[in-house]
């Protein structure tokens, strides 16, 4: 539905450099990355505010590089959601309608099946200045869909919302993409919020996208060091392949983990701290166990997170609230870790 080829462009001493990046037809993309890495540049340039140096922009199969954002038919709800002040919530959705020159009617159906879809029918004759980050939120979500876009562009659209909000609104934002089929870029630098939304994520750092995949893809195989520990893989460790079996990773003298798949020479293996699971000192564990000596516990609310030392590395286990009282994990006390075989990846395989 878009294919960005080859895009570039220079501001200041920015750069774009070279992106390639696809969305099919009723995908719900993320562009994830952190701040300054260029993510909001791109969108830009999808939507026509600024023109590449090089590369092109195809929309439909369209080359749409050098036309105007009007004539693109694309909506953008940059990041302050750009709500007109003057205008109630009502005057607001309908604005893009009117500049059609849709039918009375046509324009109240889609004001009216909007923001009951976004939950905000109450809002209707209220000002933004009025409401609160979720609600111009939604009516800002409903001001771009009502013109019924090709491409819908969201600027880390729940930058402004507390947790509870974000989370909800991730939900209704899914929704409403489905029910509607339209085609979504979403701009975010939270994994968690990606994972609740994305059909596809392309990964930015330092204005390149280094990862394209699923989430499984991005969160379960990265391909390098930054995207593992951007996306929370906090362990990451270098290591050297067994001269003698090459599923086995030599982590230090007396860490060894098999994995699934081959290898040669040194490698970078990866776990997810939440797939870490933690046992009482002296537990018998067939495979890809070892002792350490837990040396921070730091509580996340409903997860703890366990730190452990061991041979001069750092481990991170995410466990329930519960497995930590069962265990009666405390600093200092010595523990079974077990990296289990299906959870470990080594990156650039």
């Keep these: ?15 774009l450099k070279d992106i390639n990046f696809t969305v099919l037809e009723q995908e719900y993309a993320v562009i994830l990355g952190p701040t300054g890495s260029g993510k909001t540049v791109l969108v830009e340039c999808i939507v026509g505010l600024h023109k590449p140096s090089h590369g092109s922009i195809h929309l439909d199969g369209i080359d749409v590089t050098n036309l105007k954002p009007e004539e693109r038919h694309v909506a953008y709800v940059p990041q302050d959601y750009c709500l007109f002040p003057h205008m109630t919530v009502k005057q607001n959705i309908e604005f893009g309608m009117r500049r059609q020159r849709l039918p009375e009617n046509e324009i109240n159906d889609t004001v009216k099946k909007l923001t009951e879809m976004m939950h905000i029918q109450g809002l209707l004759t209220r000002h933004p ?20 876009p090709r491409l819908l562009l969201l600027d880390e659209p729940l930058a402004a919302v507390d947790e509870r909000t974000r989370e909800l609104m991730c939900r209704e934002l899914k929704t409403v993409q489905r029910e509607l089929g339209t085609t979504t870029i979403h701009v975010s630098h939270s994994f968690e919020e990606t994972l609740a939304v994305a059909d596809k994520i392309g990964v ?8 394209v995949g699923t989430p499984h893809d991005i969160f379960r195989r990265p391909n390098s060091d930054f995207v593992a520990g951007f996306t929370g893989s906090e362990n990451v460790f270098s ?54 000596t837990i040396s921070n516990v730091i509580n996340k609310g409903a997860l703890y997170k ?29 523990i079974t870790v077990e990296a289990p075989v299906q959870s470990l990846h080594v990156i650039g395989l």
Aim: glycine share 8%.
């Design 1 to 15: 539905m878009i294919e960005v080829r080859g895009l570039g462009i220079t501001l200041g001493e920015f750069n």
């Design 129 to 148: 200045l009025t409401l609160s980050g979720g609600e111009k939120q939604r009516a800002a979500l409903c001001r771009a869909l009502a013109v019924k």
């Design 204 to 211: 930015f750092e330092r204005g390149q996208i280094v990862q």
């Design 239 to 292: 290591c050297r392949i067994d001269q003698n079996m090459c599923n086995i990773l030599n982590v230090s003298a007396d860490i060894k983990l098999r994995v699934d798949a081959c290898s040669n020479g040194d490698a970078r293996v990866v776990i997810r701290p939440e797939d870490i699971r933690l046992h009482p000192a002296g537990t018998s564990i067939a495979d890809n166990s070892f002792t350490g």
């Design 306 to 334: 366990i730190l452990i030392q061991t041979e001069g590395l750092e481990w991170s286990a995410l466990i329930s609230r519960r497995e930590c009282l069962d265990m009666n994990i405390e600093e200092g006390m010595p």
